[in-house]
């Protein structure tokens, strides 16, 4: 008889101690595999929205400041000495050594313009590049196709009783509003978007850029550096990375991850320790049976192949199984970790792989103690039970 169907055959017969083998090990590599998973889908949408977050670094002009104070009351202050960035500068971001890194450069010219007897902040965007940017803009009506049109504002548009097809005049010239953006609770509320070429024509800027903001923070991008060659390609701009809210949902995300490593090896010394006891009490109810495969000419390993390729069989059964289970409760978990709808757990191969490879490695590794014990027993002390 072999040795792969003697096991197959103790397995069987002890149907209430493997039920209960397999189920703790079950659990463990389901707890595992569910926070495991967890933990890979919160970081993947985490680099989803960085990718979607906006302006990461922001070029501005460097201006001198005067502060004004009169017997310790502060009057504000004036800027001075204001040099704006020219198309030409703005073209050597192309230049920097990590410009793969960069997904979008969005210049823009700003300006003060008057409407109806009211100031409004007038902007002028590249529009795709400033869509592709704020992914978030819910717009009534359309984007602008042309230069005269533009694009509203949800505070600017209450305030000038604005809307989709109405017409503006600025400077003389006509403007068609194209649309209307949702409120955002940003500073984009308040401002009329239109081209850059028609900013810089009403504003007088032609061929001037009075902002740039450029979208390249993702998890693995060297912010830092890219901050620094672009400073490097325009030495006349301050450039600035904004990092506080995504180093916030790292840290947050790595903490999780230290946790989930945590909670890992408890379960994990949990289920040696189950498996262990339960093959220890297994070698103590089978001594007769071990000391008729002794006598029968069975080897000491032959004796521990048996025990091993049982706990193997179990364990293979409890990893797949586990790694089902805790894809299931990862599913389930997920909305009360993530902010917001998170996106869809996802089949990760190799973590099938890992959970069936951990509870093999975790039977196997608790089960040496017991077949040493086993093959360990004479002969004749195996034989005594049955007489």
């Known amino acids: 008889m072999k040795l792969r169907n003697i096991a197959l055959s103790n397995i069987k017969?002890?149907?209430?101690?493997?039920?209960?083998?397999?189920?703790?090990?079950?659990?463990?590599?389901?707890?595992?595999?569910?926070l495991v998973t967890i933990t890979i889908t919160l970081n993947q949408d985490i680099e989803e929205k960085l990718d979607r977050f906006g302006?990461?670094?922001?070029?501005?002009?460097?201006?001198?400041?005067?502060?004004?104070?009169?017997?310790?009351?502060?009057?504000?202050?004036v800027s001075y000495n204001v040099k704006e960035i020219s198309s030409e500068e703005v073209a050597r971001i192309d230049r920097i050594k990590n410009r793969k890194n960069i997904k979008?450069?969005?210049?823009?010219?700003?300006?003060?313009?008057?409407?109806?007897?009211?100031?409004?902040?007038?902007?002028?965007?590249?529009?795709?590049?400033?869509l592709e940017m704020k992914q978030w803009w819910q717009i009534e009506g359309r984007a602008p196709e042309t230069d005269s049109e533009v694009l509203a504002g949800k505070v600017v548009a209450e305030s000038l009783g604005l809307s989709p097809g109405s017409s503006i005049a600025i400077k003389g010239r006509e403007l068609k509003v194209s649309g209307v953006i949702g409120a955002t609770g940003s500073q984009d509320d308040e401002i009329l978007f239109t081209s850059i070429a028609t900013a810089q024509s009403l504003l007088g800027k032609e061929g001037l850029y009075?902002?740039?903001?450029?979208?390249?923070?993702?998890?693995?991008?060297?912010?830092?550096?890219?901050?620094?060659?672009?400073?490097?390609?325009?030495?006349?701009?301050?450039v600035s990375a904004v990092q506080q809210v995504v180093k916030s949902k790292m840290q947050a995300l790595d903490h999780l991850v230290k946790l989930t490593m945590g909670i890992s090896a408890v379960v994990l010394f949990i289920g040696v320790l189950i498996v262990m006891v339960?093959?220890?009490?297994?070698?103590?109810?089978?001594?007769?049976?071990?000391?008729?495969?002794?006598?029968?000419?069975?080897?000491?390993?032959?004796?521990?192949?048996?025990?091993?390729?049982?706990?193997?069989?179990?364990?293979?059964?409890?990893?797949?199984?586990?790694?089902?289970?805790?894809?299931?409760?990862?599913?389930?978990?997920?909305?009360?970790?993530?902010?917001g709808e998170?996106?869809?757990?996802?089949?990760?191969?190799?973590?099938?792989?890992?959970?069936v490879l951990m509870a093999v490695l975790t039977g196997l590794l608790s089960s040496i103690y017991p077949a040493m014990k086993a093959v360990r027993m004479a002969p004749n002390e195996a034989l005594r039970i049955l007489y």
């Open 55 to 77: 302006a990461n670094i922001v070029i501005s002009p460097r201006t001198e400041g005067l502060s004004l104070a009169y017997g310790g009351i502060s009057l504000g202050g």
């Open 13 to 34: 017969r002890r149907k209430a101690k493997i039920s209960f083998l397999l189920a703790g090990l079950m659990v463990g590599v389901a707890t595992v595999v569910a």
């Open 210 to 238: 009075s902002l740039v903001e450029v979208s390249a923070l993702c998890r693995d991008c060297p912010v830092d550096e890219i901050v620094a060659q672009i400073s490097a390609q325009i030495p006349g701009a301050r």
């Open 104 to 130: 979008v450069i969005a210049p823009k010219t700003l300006g003060v313009v008057a409407i109806s007897s009211k100031s409004v902040l007038l902007a002028g965007i590249d529009v795709p590049r400033e």
């Open 342 to 355: 998170a996106g869809a757990v996802a089949l990760n191969l190799s973590l099938a792989v890992g959970a």
């Open 278 to 339: 339960t093959m220890m009490g297994s070698i103590k109810e089978r001594t007769r049976e071990i000391g008729i495969f002794r006598a029968i000419g069975f080897r000491q390993g032959h004796i521990m192949k048996i025990i091993l390729l049982e706990a193997v069989i179990v364990s293979f059964a409890a990893g797949v199984l586990g790694w089902i289970f805790g894809i299931g409760v990862a599913k389930v978990s997920l909305p009360l970790f993530a902010e």
